[in-house]
C-alpha cells in the first residue's frame, strides 16, 4: 500500500526558515512527478510547487524566490526548503506524488500534511 508520510513542520517566526520533507513507501516501482499543496483556514488547497523525476521545478509566484523544492529518487523522498517565511505562509502543507506500483500501475498519492504556523 502507498503511503506518503510529511514531516518538519512547526512553529517558526516571521523571516524564519523550515524544511519539510515527503517520504514515500509501499511497492514502488518509481515516482514521477511530486509536488507540494497547501491549504490556510477557510481556503481551497493551492499549488505549491512540483519537481519532475528528472529535477526540472515549477514553483507558484507565492513560493518563488523563498521556497526550493528538490528530491532524492534513491530514497523516495522529496522535500521544501522554505526560507524568509510570512504570515501568510501559515497553512497545513501536503505532499502529492504520482507513484507507480506492480499491482496499480501509476495512481496519485497525497500525504496526511504537516502544519506550519508562521508567528509575526
Known amino acids: 500500500q502507498v503511503q506518503l508520510v510529511e514531516s518538519g513542520g512547526g512553529l517558526v517566526q516571521a523571516g524564519g526558515s523550515l524544511r519539510l520533507s515527503c517520504a514515500a513507501s509501499?511497492?514502488?516501482?518509481?515516482?514521477?512527478?511530486m509536488g507540494w499543496y497547501r491549504q490556510a483556514p477557510g481556503n481551497q488547497r493551492e499549488w505549491v510547487a512540483t519537481i519532475i523525476r528528472g529535477g526540472t521545478t515549477n514553483y507558484a509566484d507565492s513560493a518563488k524566490g523563498r521556497f526550493t523544492i528538490s528530491r532524492d529518487n534513491a530514497k523516495n523522498t522529496m522535500y521544501l526548503q522554505m526560507s524568509n517565511l510570512k504570515p501568510e505562509d501559515t497553512a497545513v502543507y501536503y505532499c502529492?506524488?504520482?507513484?507507480?506500483?506492480?499491482?496499480?500501475?501509476?495512481?496519485?498519492?497525497w500525504g496526511q500534511g504537516t502544519q506550519v504556523t508562521v508567528s509575526s
Open positions: 509501499g511497492g514502488i516501482v518509481r515516482i514521477n512527478l
Open positions: 502529492n506524488a504520482n507513484i507507480v506500483t506492480r499491482d496499480l500501475g501509476e495512481t496519485a498519492a
